[in-house]
């Protein structure tokens, strides 16, 4: 099927690049971009035609680092430190998805949101319990989101979510056997160093070499937690080691944070095609840090963004690229290092993550499309006639779900709830 | 008349105390706060009582800075250096306050936005412009929004919105005659040091004084402008004298940003009573750093919070409450300065701003009231029952628009555009 959308395309092929066709046109065939044109060739003339006239049709938002289980703690209990913000409230609230029940009305309520927000790609943490998980993936895939969920891995240190070596390593097979979605995959996600055993790093490295599965967790994000690992890993010079040793970091791994990696981590992180995901509102809201994105980048390093559900307080992620760029700003204060920009910081809440699972460069041609339609005809009234790029950097600065009329996620028009 | 409102209600009487009354009533005679209570005293059985259940009846918030003209730059320019910034988009964007039918249309969307993002309260900046700066008067009002407005003055370095020291003068005179509003009252406005010839400095010093007016401008907000002020001041030891030198430095006067206001800055704010406004989002967008406000409190400093609209390109004064916390959390990874937890940040933008026009210690007695009634029911779904000191900070993270069912303002119930 031939589908034509019409309205002022913005996108950003490459990191820092934004590409503009105004009055443009998206032919898409069977949900993957066919082209993008300036006039409408005329062997479409006849195809239907969504016309967004004077909308911005733009990427959608990849979040690549989120806990759904930490969902219904949303902006709480951000006055304490992390272990206290983990045993008072993080271990608690996951603890709740072993009631099934509850786990699919939080999913939905998630998933709706996500949806809703322009977000169509994400790698989420579930808890460990493997039945809310396969919830999990299901109302993401029911709502249109798409990506990759993980069932939790922790056998030490959890406090009532831990499980037993044995029964997280049965639990994870059998969660894989049940894995039945579209568009939501499998992830392998021990929790953290700290929370994991040897014996349950090597049974889970074991694992993604047989059934060649992508690997996420959590890296450097706070000084205490390095000091931890370093304790527990005597043998390992860096954090970083202690995955690599058990075969879980290698291309495709996603590690949450690297506020505190070094020089030598993060060309480890190149080297081996492992992606950093930022996540600029939980650094700062558990005064983890900030992380060094721009040497991170310089260095290589494949670089996303995540909203950090709870840590981070903002679901929406054009408020986490507008974090993101904030943090920057710091770092510039601080080091001089050059702040983020907005089309960067666009990249890498969008394009960024999409590449990650095998998307194109922006709206590439034989991709699917990702797209958020957006009607800022409600901002305030602007001084002058702005241009596309104005109104661009003030839709990633201002809009809500009141702003975004249409989301477009593998291709497939989503309903949205109002 | 009397009027009882009953529901959960939170308020911050002093810095960082949060008093809760759990299934509370909030009695009000002619719009002034007659008592709380637990339980209804019987004398009040038969009065109208408006029943928000279980919903929080908060405190409304105060913007202490904002820009008005700016309202339609909102999320715009934020790449570029705060000179670049204020030649390409700032000026250009107040001059447009020149045509009244534009000015009353900007004027009318912001005193909405503001209203129903619960603000009763602000200290505003307005154009040069005096007709406009009457309209924004005036729409403020209607709108239900009270507290100060300032015809701005400017007479060198001001682009297109310069105008000569007389024509600024006598303006500013016009202006004050025509000053009739109930609750939006004048305060002069030297936009700042580097836009103001000596020569008006006085002048306008001359007029409070006269006229007891009160005082707002900008106060050691970057680095570069206090090289430049200096340079125009060589006699002033310190950017601040440059008000005191012409009256201009009193109590009652309110100085936006103070980021880098050193130790004898502080403490002359502290001597003569005047108000720091910090500016998270602001300081952070333009690079301008992170103001010590920890510092600035443990020195007797009063401070509360503005949105800086444009600069700051959060009008909701909870996210800039939010930002406020996560500036502090960046202030404390630098050195070490105890971050503001919600119930500090929260009595910066709320009681500290009522208090600067007279207002009381939370919802105290004899004062107007001055709230926001939030329903937080359609927040993601709890894990266990939430307490409401929770749910506060929940609200402050989390609120928008969607969840604020009313807004009282100066003890009137505001009818919300939706």
Redesign the interface.
């Given at each position: 099927m031939t589908q034509i959308l019409h309205g002022h395309i913005l996108h950003t092929p490459q990191f820092g690049r934004l590409e503009v066709i105004p009055d443009g046109y998206i032919v898409l065939e069977e949900g993957g971009i066919a082209g993008l044109y300036n006039t409408l060739p005329k062997k479409y003339a006849a195809m239907p035609l969504e016309d967004y006239s004077d909308c911005l049709i733009m990427q959608s938002f990849a979040d690549m680092h989120l806990h759904a289980p930490q969902?219904?703690?949303?902006?709480?209990?951000?006055?304490l430190p992390l272990l206290d913000w983990l045993n008072t409230y993080t271990f608690?609230?996951e603890a709740?998805f072993q009631d099934t029940l509850?786990a699919r009305?939080?999913c939905r309520?998630?998933a709706e949101?996500l949806i809703s927000s322009g977000t169509t790609r994400v790698s989420v943490f579930s808890s460990r319990h493997t039945d809310a998980t396969l919830i999990l993936m299901e109302e993401l895939e029911r709502a249109g989101v798409t990506g990759f969920v993980g069932k939790v891995n922790m056998d030490r240190s959890g406090g009532p979510v831990q499980e037993s070596t044995d029964e997280s390593v049965s639990e994870t097979r059998r969660w894989l056997e049940n894995c039945r979605f579209a568009h939501v995959k499998p992830i392998l996600t021990p929790r953290f160093t700290p929370c994991c055993t040897d014996t349950l790093l090597k049974e889970l490295g074991r694992l993604a070499a047989e059934q060649n599965l992508p690997v996420q967790s959590h890296l450097s994000e706070n000084t205490g937690e390095i000091a931890l690992v370093k304790e527990l890993h005597p043998d390992c010079h860096q954090y970083w080691e202690t995955y690599h040793k058990y075969g879980l970091w290698k291309k495709g791994t996603l590690m949450a944070h690297c506020v505190h990696s070094g020089r030598e981590e993060q060309e480890a992180m190149a080297e081996y095609g492992v992606t950093a995901v930022h996540c600029p509102?939980s650094n700062?809201?558990l005064?983890s840090?900030?992380a060094p994105v721009r040497e991170l980048l310089n260095r290589g390093v494949h670089v996303a963004l995540g909203s950090d559900i709870a840590g981070g307080?903002l679901l929406a992620m054009n408020r986490v690229i507008?974090m993101s760029?904030?943090a920057s700003?710091?770092v510039?204060?601080?080091t001089g290092a050059p702040?983020l920009?907005?089309p960067e910081a666009y990249w890498l809440g969008t394009t960024a993550g999409h590449q990650y699972f095998g998307g194109g460069a922006g709206f590439q041609a034989g991709c699917k499309l990702h797209a958020v339609v957006v009607d800022d005809s409600a901002?305030?009234?602007?001084?002058?006639k702005?241009d596309l790029t104005?109104r661009f950097?003030?839709?990633?600065?201002?809009m809500?779900k009141r702003h975004i009329k249409a989301v477009y996620s593998e291709g497939r028009k989503i309903s949205l709830q109002k």
């Open positions: 969902y219904p703690m949303l902006g709480m209990g951000m006055d608690c609230t709740r509850y009305r939080v309520q998630l949101d509102a700062v809201n005064c840090g900030t307080d507008v760029i904030r700003k710091i510039q204060i601080a702040f920009t907005v901002m305030p009234e602007p001084a002058r702005l104005e950097e003030r839709s990633v600065y201002l809500d």
